[in-house]
């Protein structure tokens, strides 16, 4: 297409407004602008489409043609932005989901009753993956990452932080004892991760760093981890949303408050750079931010 949308507009409000003085004063933009813009039409098209005087301006044969064309052209335009925003409004269409299984059970879950009751015609589809997945293959629109970020093709949106904890269950500790110093856990039971070794690395000072275990029961996701400590299995260590509620109703105990190094893993919600995300994406990326921003 040789025209601009721009250029459209400034034709057909010059016609409609009697000069490019007026015109230019009705879009806001410099007389010099809207002369230009008529110019490049023109020179575009390869005709003249106004006649100029000092007095008036007047179309000529072919002006009266393509008056016509561009009328329609910016008709059709704002009946498609109209249809657009009508389907915005209703802020409809499916959000592909992905997230490791304990924030989909810990954090998603209890909200998206709420979320649906707020966009009714949104269809939510959520896959849990313990693994980075390819957003694009796995056809997802937004994946929450826990942890540092490392696709730097992806934009992020920081959703909150989340404190590591050490923990063990009552039954267990009351059986096995209480480690008094980090030295002690090989004498225990650990509990850890079998898919991302850096995960069992524990906020915990030893003599070359942070504490690195190596624990007798390992598994690829945490909400497994979880229910084998809470069945006493042993002592681990998981991320505060997973155990919150956990370590509020007794369920499970805090281990080595005073020698922990308060450390906290970083949530985002990740998607591929794209100039126009969809709106119901973006509406659920704001919801969770605002729903979490107590945890920042």
């Given at each position: 297409m040789k025209s601009s949308i721009e250029e459209l507009i400034a034709f057909v409000t010059i016609i409609d407004s009697g000069a490019i003085v007026a015109a230019a004063a009705q879009l806001d933009q410099t007389t010099s602008g809207i002369s230009r813009a008529l110019q490049r039409l023109e020179s575009k098209l390869g005709v003249t489409?106004?006649?100029?005087?000092?007095?008036?301006?007047s179309l000529t044969q072919e002006g009266q043609i393509f008056l016509e064309k561009a009328r329609q052209i910016l008709l059709d335009l704002?009946?498609?932005?109209?249809?657009?925003?009508?389907?915005?409004q209703e802020i409809s269409g499916l959000i592909r989901i992905d997230s490791a299984t304990p924030f989909i059970l810990h954090v998603?879950?209890?909200?998206?009753?709420?979320?649906?009751?707020?966009y009714p015609a949104i269809e939510i589809e959520m896959n849990t993956s313990d693994q980075m997945i390819d957003l694009l293959e796995q056809r997802t629109d937004v994946a929450i990452r826990i942890g540092e970020l490392q696709d730097s093709s992806l934009h992020a949106k920081l959703l909150c932080r989340s404190r590591l904890y050490i923990v063990a269950s009552p039954e267990y500790l009351a059986t096995r004892g209480y480690p008094k110093r980090p030295e002690e856990l090989h004498q225990h039971d650990l509990i850890g991760f079998s898919k991302i070794p850096s995960l069992n690395t524990w906020p915990l000072k030893s003599?070359?760093?942070w504490l690195t275990v190596n624990p007798k029961l390992k598994l690829s996701?945490?909400?497994a981890i979880?229910?084998?400590?809470?069945?006493?299995?042993?002592?681990?260590?998981?991320?505060e949303f997973v155990v919150s509620k956990d370590l509020k109703n007794g369920r499970l105990v805090a281990l080595f408050e005073d020698e922990n190094i308060i450390t906290y893993q970083t949530i985002h919600a990740v998607y591929y750079q794209q100039d126009h995300?969809?709106?119901?994406?973006?509406i659920f990326i704001k919801f969770l931010a605002e729903k979490l921003k107590a945890y920042l």
């Open positions: 489409l106004l006649e100029r005087t000092t007095r008036k301006i704002e009946a498609a932005e109209d249809a657009l925003q009508t389907f915005d998603v879950a209890p909200l998206i009753q709420e979320f649906m009751q707020l003599h070359d760093g996701n945490g909400e979880r229910q084998l400590a809470l069945l006493g299995n042993g002592i681990t260590c998981l991320s995300l969809p709106k119901r994406v973006r």
